[in-house]
C-alpha cells in the first residue's frame, strides 16, 4: 500500500497537502524504525526502492529553514534527531543525527555524523569523526572506529546501500561505500578501503580467492596492494587482504580486539 503510492506520487510534479502529510508520516516511520531502506529477507539484503524515493520527495517537499541549537546556528531542509533520553540513546556532543535515520536503544554515538534515511542497530558504537551517509545499514553491537567513512547512498533509486552485519569490528579511518556487505563478525584492520572494484583477496590458504563487494563472515581484514599494468607502466593499486577468520572460541566483545592482536593489527 505505502509502496504504491509513493511510486505514485514519484511521478507527480505537484503534491496536494494531504499527499505530502503521506510523505511526511513515511518519514516518521522510517525514523522510529518501523520500515527502513534495506532489510534481509531469506539470508538476502533486498533494497526497498520505495523507501528511498520517499525521502527524495521528502527533501523536495521541505523547505529551507534556521534551526539554532545556542550557539550554533543551521540552514537546512531536513530537522535534527531529538528525545535521545527517552530512546537510551547516548549522544555526544557535537554528535549530528538527522531526522529520518533510526537509531536503536544502547547506542554511543560520538561527535560524528549520521545521515537520514540510515539504520544504526542496539549496542552499537559511532567513534568519533565516523559518518553513516544516507541508507547505510547498520547491525548489533558494531564498532565503528574514528574517522571511519561509511558512504550513503540516494540516487540512483537501484543502488544498494552500505551494509555492515552484527558484531562487525571497522577499525580506523575505514572507508566503505558502493553498496558493499561486510557480513557478520567480520573485522576490518585501519585504513581498510572496500568499494565494488575492490579485489578481495582471501590469501589465507594455499591459493588465494577472490571476493567481490562483499567481505565474508568473520574475516580478518586489512589493506594491501597488487601490480597492476598500466600505459605508463606497472604500478601498485590497493586491495583488501582476507588474512583468517575470527575464532568461535572467544567471546564476541572480547574478540574485536583480540582478533587485532592476534594478527598484529591497529585498530
Same mark, same amino acid.
Given at each position: 500500500m505505502l509502496e504504491n503510492t509513493i511510486n505514485k506520487?514519484?511521478?507527480?510534479?505537484?503534491?496536494?497537502?494531504? $499527499? *505530502?502529510?503521506k510523505i511526511e508520516n513515511i518519514i516518521s516511520a522510517l525514523d522510529s524504525g518501523s520500515i527502513r531502506v534495506a532489510e534481509k529477507k531469506e539470508e538476502k539484503w533486498v533494497t526497498n526502492e520505495w523507501v528511498k524515493k520517499a525521502i527524495l520527495l521528502y527533501?523536495?517537499? *521541505?523547505?529551507?529553514?534556521?534551526?539554532?541549537?545556542?550557539?550554533? $546556528?543551521?540552514?537546512?531542509?531536513?530537522?535534527?534527531?531529538?528525545?535521545?533520553?527517552?530512546?537510551?540513546? *547516548?549522544?555526544?556532543?557535537?554528535?549530528?543525527i538527522r531526522y529520518g535515520s533510526f537509531v536503536n536503544k544502547n547506542v554511543i554515538v560520538m561527535p560524528s555524523y549520521v545521515n537520514i534515511g540510515a539504520y544504526i542497530d542496539s549496542g552499537t558504537m559511532v567513534d568519533t569523526w565516523?559518518?553513516? &551517509?544516507?541508507?547505510? @545499514?547498520? /547491525?548489533?553491537?558494531?564498532?565503528?572506529? &574514528?574517522?571511519?567513512?561509511?558512504? /550513503?547512498?540516494? $540516487?540512483?533509486? @537501484?543502488?544498494?546501500?552500505v551494509i555492515i552485519e552484527d558484531n562487525c569490528f571497522i577499525g580506523s579511518r575505514c572507508i566503505i561505500v558502493?553498496?558493499?556487505?561486510?557480513?557478520? $563478525?567480520?573485522?576490518?584492520?585501519? &585504513?581498510? =578501503?572496500?568499494? @565494488?572494484? =575492490?579485489?578481495?583477496?582471501?590469501?589465507?590458504?594455499?591459493?588465494?580467492?577472490?571476493y567481490n563487494g562483499e567481505i565474508p563472515e568473520r574475516s580478518v581484514v586489512i589493506p594491501g596492494s597488487y601490480e597492476k599494468k598500466f600505459s605508463a607502466g606497472i604500478f601498485f593499486v590497493p586491495c583488501a587482504l582476507i588474512i583468517g577468520k575470527r575464532k568461535k572460541s572467544t567471546d564476541k566483545k572480547t574478540t574485536l580486539n583480540q582478533a587485532l592482536r592476534e594478527f598484529k593489527l591497529s585498530t
Open positions: 506520487l514519484f511521478k507527480k510534479s505537484n503534491l496536494s497537502k494531504n $499527499e *505530502r502529510n527533501f523536495k517537499i *521541505r523547505k529551507m529553514e534556521k534551526i539554532v541549537i545556542d550557539p550554533f $546556528e543551521f540552514y537546512d531542509k531536513i530537522p535534527l534527531k531529538k528525545g535521545f533520553k527517552d530512546k537510551h540513546i *547516548r549522544v555526544v556532543p557535537h554528535a549530528l565516523a559518518t553513516v &551517509g544516507s541508507c547505510a @545499514q547498520i /547491525g548489533k553491537n558494531v564498532h565503528i572506529s &574514528g574517522g571511519v567513512g561509511v558512504g /550513503g547512498v540516494l $540516487e540512483p533509486l @537501484q543502488a544498494n546501500p558502493e553498496g558493499v556487505i561486510v557480513k557478520k $563478525e567480520a573485522v576490518l584492520g585501519a &585504513g581498510v =578501503t572496500l568499494t @565494488q572494484s =575492490t579485489k578481495i583477496i582471501d590469501v589465507s590458504g594455499e591459493k588465494e580467492v577472490y
